[in-house]
């Protein structure tokens, strides 16, 4: 699975010797948030990365989801290059193929439970087609009665379920978590790991998600190590 | 912490230079309406009294008919009155210079030609060598004019210059020049001078005159003098000082600088909107600062004073770009404004702007003030925050949100109590209609949060399209509400005004086709000009009478007469006799035939609306003017509907007229055709025999349009100030949209994040602006419709006393709301694109 050589049709996600470099305030002293990273994660396996503070995480998720693009090297979705693509390309893909969940979970407040969950259906321009399944996905997450509601009017758990459901609602090819229970309790924040896993695999989804948390980590088919932007794939850290 | 003041300050400019020269922009278009209407307003008032301290300047006092002129006889015995050193007797007339250059009516040429007694002691500021008293005397048209005029015209001494005085054609010889704008900066380059002898002939009533100055001998006590004047020369006659005179102008010219005053005061208090919604945004984006600074020990004091030092500085840029763009319109608008105080009052037109430093002051005081005022509610707000909650996230959308229905309630308490106001007992003050329409301006902002969320709260959204950026601008009350309500009082105040303008047009097209009825009209072309003399000459009369194909002829007589109270009036003699006279003067109190009939044989009059309201003259009452005889007292038949600017007037028939006041002048005539004669052609004939230049000779279609033409000229100025508003306002909406793409740059990232398009995003902003132009319509829509029926019904009423018919202007409506919704869409254009590059990197950007 480590240093794939070429990509494959059938992995999820791949880096292939992927940098990203930032330019600072101090002329010839850039940042690297990202050292040569070289992975694939087949379809259906769960991945779990940690990292402390600043280590390069939240850069790689966004790389991973064509938010961003790398300085160098290339990231792959379905073996296509992202780096290839044009903006409205990685859009699309991003609209269609990859699904996000994050740590503020950044519902909007002006919509209701059931419309920050139709949202990207929305914006992929099939709202109508999308309510039975924002429905099913809010049952399947004990939502359904709250549909109707304010999301303010949500607990954080429930706002992260929300956020779930919104993430999964174009049925993605990838989900990428960026530290999802981060601003829950433990308890809480158990509770929601046990839902994500659970609804990846029922939804057949690629799950790539950032933990601070080795307990959280350990739910994860594989267990990675990110430090200074150099990740490490090797499972023992764990 | 000056130099904190200095380096936040410059970081905060550099951190939003689009908002920051927005709103600059907003108070410099406020600064420039208010500065442009004074300097207007200031400017109508100086040509009248510039050209009275040049014609004038060094006279105590003046004596001016109650009558139509003065008999020369009186000068021995004002001389002879114990206090006066010298009488300088006057003759003035207006006079059109007849050249194929000035024929048509949009460049004529009006003169005010000065007949003065060069054997008093008249010090006029001759240029060059001093004029030659023999050629002034002796030479026939002899005439000294000014050199700017002079200038412009290309005439110089020995030249001869052709004028219409009334409808005779006079030869007039530049005989020296007189710069008497040395005296008086501001008096009319237009002022020609020439022997009263020779004006009394031109005027073609020797041995009278239009005033006599005079010049009180050293020591001598005004008032006595002037109460000794009145005793000594009767009733006929008004003894005024300069400042009485220029008090009276002001008067008469009150409600068209009042209203246009409060039309640029409402341009300000748009502006205000937008400093108060950039203050309370950027505030709300730097808590955090405050927080730490008031964390650091700086007192609330201190911060309030860095926020409103910023503002003043704000302030002080907008009054920088301001009072030069005020100055410009000012510059290129005063001639609209001219044409107006002609038409309207005949008045001086102004020759020229000059501003005092004393106005510029103001102008500034008023735009640092007003930036101040407008940003004082957040600073304070801010000011007052304990570090703990400055340092914590809190969001305005939500408090807004919370306030909609108590600001909405307090709205409908402003609106309610000035109604309720109004009807108890206010409408007796004159100034009421103001006051209601203040409380509309202020009511309408305040219901507007509440209104956007009544309006997107129960939208049904489907999709990423314009339901949801309605939505949205819903969810975002703190910005959208300042934006909507900005527009909805520009929005108000463009439809106001319209549905005002359209009805008063539209009631005077119908007035005009029911009064207009003759076929033709004539009347000397000076009559256009300023002033009230231009006769006809009689001879012409009775040409124009002869004619073939005239069935019947109309004469009119119009001059200013007074009331025993000495209120000036016009008094308007035709031929109530012709079977037409009935159909020419619509009634609004009386019966037509009993009214006219009385007019006619009895001596009755009609009086005008304006003045029937002013004076509280109705039917059954008697109106009392002075006549060449002393007071008389003219019962009333009936009421008359007019649009007159100056206070009304009095009709009677032309022979009540000639016998009280000894006066059988002409100022117009019209022509009755008979049946089957085109209007058009018989003026082609006329223009063809006649001396046609002295002559404004109009078709009834021409005049028609003419006086329509006229009733556009008038409005125009409004059409200005309407703009800088609606301009304003539309600077509020790009602001707010700035704000919003500032503001909400984790939202925009999410959707970015989601699988939205810039596109999409770009959309998305468009259908913001699209929403706020969309509920400014229909809240200033609104106002717009109650604050017209005030325009109309309470301050038309209270100030002219015209009655108009309220008109819906459905394509003018049609017209202002599409282009309501372009600007409104042009405005967000930047701010969607500037929305459009975020990036969906900015996720983890906390929203304010």
């Not at chain 2, 048509?104 to 006029?124: E, H, Q």
């Not at chain 2, 309500?485 to 097209?509: C, K, N, P, Q, W």
């Not at chain 2, 124009?544 to 019947?552: E, F, K, T």
């Not at chain 2, 919704?821 to 304010?848: F, H, I, M, Q």
Request: aromatic share 8%.
């Amino acid at each position: 699975m480590n240093a794939p050589t070429a990509a494959k049709i059938d992995d999820a996600l791949q880096f292939e010797g992927v940098s990203k470099v930032y330019d600072t305030d101090v002329p010839g002293a850039p940042r690297h948030a990202l050292r040569d990273a070289t992975f694939r994660v087949p379809a259906g396996r769960r991945v779990a990365i940690v990292g402390r503070s600043g280590s390069g995480k939240s850069t790689l998720l966004h790389l991973a989801a064509g938010i961003d693009i790398p300085t160098g090297g290339h990231v792959r979705i379905g073996g296509r290059d992202l780096g290839a693509m044009s903006e409205s390309e990685r859009t699309r893909v991003r609209r269609h193929e990859v699904g996000l969940v994050f740590q503020f979970f950044h519902l909007l407040p002006h919509l209701s439970v059931r419309d920050n969950v139709l949202l990207p259906a929305w914006i992929a321009g099939n709202g109508t087609g999308a309510n039975d399944r924002a429905a099913d996905l809010l049952a399947r997450v004990g939502l359904a009665d709250r549909a109707g509601d304010p999301v303010q009017h949500l607990s954080g758990g429930e706002m992260q379920r929300v956020a779930i459901c919104r993430a999964l609602l174009q049925k993605p090819r990838l989900l990428l978590a960026d530290e999802p229970t981060g601003n829950l309790d433990d308890a809480i924040g158990t509770a929601v790991m046990d839902l994500l896993m659970t609804m990846a695999e029922d939804e057949n989804t690629t799950l790539v998600y950032v933990t601070h948390s080795r307990d959280f980590a350990r739910l994860a088919d594989e267990v990675w190590e990110i430090h200074s932007g150099s990740i490490d794939l090797d499972p023992t850290v764990v | 912490m000056l130099r904190f003041f200095g380096r936040s300050l410059a970081a905060h400019v550099r951190g939003g230079r689009s908002l920051f020269a927005l709103t600059v922009f907003g108070v410099a278009l406020g600064v420039a309406a208010v500065l442009a209407i004074q300097i207007i307003n200031r400017s109508s008032l100086a040509a009248f009294e510039g050209s009275m301290q040049a014609v004038s300047g060094e006279a105590d006092l003046t004596i001016l008919g109650r009558t139509p002129s003065l008999a020369d006889s009186l000068l021995p015995v004002v001389l002879g009155r114990p206090g006066v050193a010298a009488a300088l007797p006057l003759v003035r007339l207006p006079a059109a210079v007849a050249s194929k250059a000035h024929a048509s009516r949009a460049n004529a040429l009006f003169l005010d030609i000065i007949g003065v007694d060069f054997f008093t002691p008249v010090r006029l500021p001759w240029q060059g060598a001093p004029g030659d008293l023999a050629a002034a005397l002796g030479q026939r048209g002899w005439a000294a004019f000014t050199p700017t005029l002079a200038q412009q015209q290309g005439w110089t001494v020995g030249d001869s210059v052709r004028v219409w005085v009334g409808s005779r054609e006079v030869c007039l010889v530049v005989g020296a020049l007189i710069d008497f704008q040395s005296l008086s900066p501001l008096a009319s380059s237009k002022l020609v001078v020439v022997d009263i002898a020779q004006a009394q002939v031109l005027l073609g009533r020797p041995g009278f005159v239009n005033q006599i100055d005079v010049v009180l001998a050293e020591g001598a006590d005004r008032e006595r003098v002037a109460a000794d004047l009145i005793t000594q020369l009767g009733a006929g006659v008004r003894v005024v000082t300069p400042q009485q005179r220029s008090t009276q102008t002001a008067g008469l010219l009150a409600a068209f600088r009042l209203n246009l005053t409060a039309l640029s005061l409402i341009s300000l208090f748009v502006g205000l909107f937008l400093v108060y919604a950039a203050t309370q945004a950027s505030l709300v984006r730097r808590r955090a600062e405050f927080g730490t600074l008031r964390s650091l020990g700086a007192s609330r004091g201190q911060v309030l004073a860095l926020i409103l030092g910023e503002v003043s500085v704000l302030g002080l840029l907008g009054v920088a770009l301001g009072l030069p763009l005020g100055y410009w319109s000012a510059r290129a608008n005063v001639d609209v404004v001219s044409i107006a105080l002609t038409n309207l009052y005949l008045l001086d037109e102004i020759a020229a702007v000059r501003v005092p430093l004393s106005l510029y002051a103001q102008a500034a005081a008023i735009g640092i003030g007003g930036a101040v005022l407008g940003a004082l509610i957040p600073a304070l707000d801010m000011s007052r925050r304990d570090p703990r909650a400055l340092l914590s996230a809190f969001t305005m959308h939500e408090r807004i949100d919370a306030l909609a229905p108590r600001l909405a309630q307090l709205g409908i308490g402003i609106l309610g109590l000035s109604g309720l106001w109004f009807v108890a007992g206010g409408q007796r003050w004159q100034h009421a209609g103001f006051v209601l329409a203040v409380a509309l301006l202020a009511g309408l902002p305040l219901l507007t949060p509440w209104t956007i969320r009544r309006l997107t709260g129960p939208l049904r959204v489907n999709g990423f399209g314009l339901g949801y950026s309605l939505k949205s601008l819903g969810a975002r009350l703190q910005s959208s509400a300042f934006a909507v309500a900005a527009l909805a009082v520009a929005v108000s105040m463009l439809v106001g005004i319209s549905i005002m303008v359209d009805s008063f047009r539209d009631t005077l097209e119908v007035w005009i086709q029911t009064t207009v009825q003759a076929d033709i009209y004539v009347s000397p072309a000076a009559w256009r000009g300023p002033g009230e003399e231009g006769y006809l000459d009689r001879d012409l009369a009775r040409q124009l009478a002869a004619w073939p194909g005239v069935l019947a002829v109309d004469r009119l007589r119009s001059f200013a007469a007074y009331t025993e109270q000495d209120e000036r009036l016009m008094l308007v003699g035709v031929d109530v006799g012709l079977p037409v006279a009935s159909q020419r003067f619509s009634l609004l109190l009386g019966d037509p035939a009993t009214a006219f009939q009385r007019v006619h044989e009895e001596g009755f009059v009609l009086v005008g609306e304006t003045l029937a309201r002013r004076k509280n003259l109705w039917v059954g009452d008697e109106v009392r003017l002075y006549t060449p005889a002393g007071i008389r007292a003219f019962p009333i038949a009936g009421v008359y509907y007019d649009y007159d600017a100056r206070g009304g007037g009095v009709l009677m028939d032309l022979r009540t007229l000639s016998a009280h006041w000894q006066d059988d002048a002409l100022n117009g005539i019209a022509l009755y055709l008979q049946p089957g004669l085109d209007a058009d052609v018989v003026v082609d004939q006329l223009r063809a025999a006649l001396p046609v230049e002295a002559l404004d000779l109009l078709s009834n279609r021409r005049l028609r349009t003419e006086a329509i033409n006229i009733f556009d000229q008038t409005f125009a100025v409004t059409r200005l100030l309407q703009g800088i508003s609606l301009l304003i306002a539309v600077c509020g909406v790009a602001l707010m949209l700035l704000v919003m793409a500032r503001e909400q740059v984790s939202e925009l990232a999410l959707y970015r994040a989601l699988g939205s398009t810039r596109r999409q995003i770009f959309g998305l902003f468009v259908g913001k602006g699209l929403g706020m132009g969309g509920l400014g319509l229909v809240l200033g829509g609104a106002g717009g419709v109650i604050l017209a029926l005030i325009l109309i019904f309470v301050i038309n009423r209270a100030y002219f006393g015209w009655t108009i018919q309220l008109h819906w202007p459905w394509w003018s409506f049609g017209e202002q709301a599409l282009t309501i919704l372009a600007t409104s869409v042009a405005a967000s254009l930047y701010p969607a694109w500037k929305a459009s590059r975020t990036p969906a990197t900015e996720l983890g950007r906390e929203d304010s």
